[in-house]
């Protein structure tokens, strides 16, 4: 302890001059020496190891020796000299845990056992109310002795109830999961655990590849399947069309016959316009014509004008 070096020191010094007074000319100067030295020591110890002031968002565990025996507020306090005080952060903390297979670091596991490999970040507090005795049980180490354990063995406990390809799809499911538990078993030590954060997961490369490839398949299935589809509508398209186009032919066809029919009932009705027509295409110019034993059969009626009876 620094005091009490600083205090033995300053008694020996002391105790040292007054005995080189004893018997000199110039002890007057030696007694002057030991008082000044008990005075500097004096105001060391008053200064130094009397007062102290603990931050905002700390405590401050005041040591007795080798235990702990009270806390100190935020603020201005004092102790006595021969006290220690170790300043406590009850603030949020966030520490990050790296689980990449290196060693000391090893990776996760998945159902299949394939590696997993994630960096998490811890978020916690310590209840002030509980902090003496977490000293006084676990020490100043705490994070490394009960923390970053638990963090890497509960991370693992979730991971490996899903298979390799199942852990992405369930990270909220694992954060939530492992943050119940952490602030479960921490809780018995007077620390709050207020969040925990996935903040990067990867897999064994021979995995990613093979995920890669299947994506890929995958992809390329879909845009043939996309091609087929694409295909069978135009060639529905086509077909469509062509029942279309027979659809017109038909109609057109009905209405040719229609037309054909009501020509010929036109014919039966008025021979003579069937007459007309044959005569017109023997000679246009033709008015009236004659049988061939000279009996006059009929006039023809001129361009534009009544027939003649």
Same mark, same amino acid.
């Given at each position: 302890?620094?005091?009490?070096?600083?205090?033995?020191?300053?008694?020996?010094?002391?105790?040292?001059?007054?005995?080189?007074?004893?018997?000199?000319?110039?002890?007057?100067?030696?007694?002057?020496?030991?008082?000044?030295?008990?005075?500097?020591?004096?105001?060391?110890?008053?200064?130094?190891?009397?007062?102290?002031?603990?931050?905002?968002?700390?405590?401050?565990?005041?040591?007795?020796?080798?235990?702990?025996?009270?806390?100190?507020?935020?603020?201005?306090?004092?102790?006595?000299?021969?006290?220690?005080?170790?300043?406590?952060?009850?603030?949020?903390?966030?520490?990050?845990v790296i689980?990449?297979?290196?060693?000391? +670091?090893?990776?996760?596991?998945?159902?299949?056992?394939?590696?997993?490999?994630?960096?998490?970040?811890?978020?916690?507090?310590?209840?002030?109310?509980?902090?003496?005795?977490?000293?006084?049980?676990?020490?100043?180490?705490?994070?490394?002795?009960?923390?970053?354990?638990?963090?890497?063995?509960?991370?693992?406990?979730?991971?490996?109830?899903?298979?390799?390809?199942?852990?992405?799809?369930?990270?909220?499911?694992?954060?939530?999961?492992?943050?119940?538990?952490?602030?479960?078993?921490?809780?018995?030590?007077?620390?709050?655990?207020?969040?925990?954060?996935?903040?990067?997961?990867?897999?064994?490369?021979?995995?990613?590849?093979?995920?890669?490839?299947?994506?890929?398949?995958?992809?390329?299935?879909?845009?043939?399947?996309?091609?087929?589809?694409?295909?069978?509508?135009?060639?529905d398209q +086509?077909?469509?069309?062509?029942?279309?186009?027979?659809?017109?032919?038909?109609?057109?066809?009905?209405?040719?016959?229609?037309?054909?029919?009501?020509?010929?009932?036109?014919?039966?009705?008025n021979p003579?316009?069937?007459?007309?027509?044959?005569?017109?295409?023997?000679?246009?110019?033709?008015?009236?014509?004659?049988?061939?034993?000279?009996?006059?059969?009929?006039?023809?009626?001129?361009?534009?004008?009544?027939?003649?009876?």
């Amino acid at each position: 302890m620094a005091w009490l070096a600083l205090s033995v020191i300053a008694a020996l010094v002391a105790t040292g001059l007054l005995v080189a007074a004893t018997g000199n000319p110039q002890k007057r100067l030696f007694v002057m020496g030991a008082f000044a030295t008990v005075g500097v020591w004096l105001v060391i110890t008053l200064f130094g190891f009397t007062f102290v002031t603990i931050g905002a968002g700390h405590l401050g565990l005041v040591k007795t020796f080798s235990d702990y025996t009270g806390v100190m507020d935020p603020g201005f306090n004092t102790k006595a000299p021969w006290q220690s005080v170790d300043e406590v952060n009850v603030k949020i903390q966030s520490k990050r845990v790296i689980m990449d297979g290196q060693a000391g +670091r090893g990776s996760a596991v998945s159902r299949e056992t394939q590696p997993v490999y994630a960096i998490v970040t811890l978020n916690y507090s310590i209840v002030a109310g509980e902090a003496l005795e977490l000293y006084r049980t676990v020490g100043r180490a705490y994070y490394d002795s009960i923390v970053a354990p638990r963090v890497a063995q509960v991370f693992k406990a979730e991971t490996v109830k899903y298979s390799t390809i199942e852990v992405a799809p369930n990270r909220e499911k694992i954060r939530a999961d492992v943050l119940r538990i952490l602030d479960s078993q921490l809780e018995q030590y007077g620390i709050n655990v207020t969040d925990f954060l996935i903040n990067d997961l990867d897999f064994a490369e021979a995995f990613v590849n093979a995920i890669t490839e299947k994506q890929v398949a995958t992809q390329q299935a879909e845009a043939a399947r996309a091609k087929v589809q694409q295909s069978k509508a135009e060639a529905d398209q +086509r077909i469509e069309q062509a029942r279309g186009e027979g659809e017109s032919v038909k109609i057109a066809a009905a209405a040719e016959a229609e037309a054909l029919a009501l020509k010929g009932r036109a014919l039966r009705e008025n021979p003579e316009v069937l007459q007309l027509s044959a005569i017109e295409k023997l000679n246009p110019n033709v008015e009236t014509i004659y049988l061939p034993s000279g009996e006059f059969l009929f006039t023809l009626p001129s361009r534009g004008a009544a027939p003649q009876p």
